[in-house]
């Protein structure tokens, strides 16, 4: 691996903190997605020659969600906005299976938490795909980091 692919991460995840906090479900879902995607991710924004590793802050603003990406030293490179509405449909049935799983957690047996929470990872994998589509051409992520995305974008938008 090459020290460019090496630096072709994010050290820094920051999310619009104005928008408040959320149900402690929610705020689990986000601490842990920001751990994991620091942990482990690809992320290159495109014709950026300089290379990483990146700091990035999402945001929803006017309805649309906003990647605001710079360097390590905190000099800007680039943000990306992108409309909201073709994660609507599937952030709204996301949070709706969501619901149904947390509750299920408390009360369903082992068959039934198993059962909503495939219908839970399929609708996930969904949004993560939509994702990576809406970045391509901007962000070069792999699926893993996709999908952490995707989780804060349902935290982001549950709030917004």
């Known amino acids: 691996m090459s020290a460019s692919d090496r630096n072709a991460r ?3 995840v920051e ?9 402690p ?4 879902e986000r601490a842990v997605a ?3 995607l620091i942990e482990d991710n690809s992320f290159r924004p495109a014709g950026d020659d300089a ?33 909201l509405t073709p994660f609507r449909r599937v952030v709204k049935d996301y949070f709706m299976i969501c619901e149904s799983y947390y509750e299920a957690i ?4 082992p068959s039934q938490i198993e059962a909503i929470d495939m219908g839970r990872r399929g609708l996930h994998n969904e949004g993560s795909q939509t994702l990576m589509d809406r970045l391509a051409g901007k962000i070069e992520v792999d699926f893993d980091t996709a999908r952490r995305l995707f989780t804060l974008v349902c935290v982001l938008h549950w709030r917004g």
């Not at 309805?63 to 360097?71: G, N, T, Y």
């Open 34 to 36: 920001i751990f994991d």
């Open 106 to 109: 408390r009360s369903s047996t």
């Open 51 to 83: 290379g990483g590793p990146y700091k990035l802050r999402l945001s929803v603003v006017d309805s649309k969600l906003v990647f605001a990406i710079a360097r390590e030293s905190g000099e800007a490179v680039v943000t990306h906005i992108l409309s």
């Open 25 to 28: 479900d929610v705020e689990h």
């Open 10 to 12: 994010l050290i820094d």
């Open 15 to 23: 999310l619009d903190e104005s928008i408040g906090r959320s149900t």
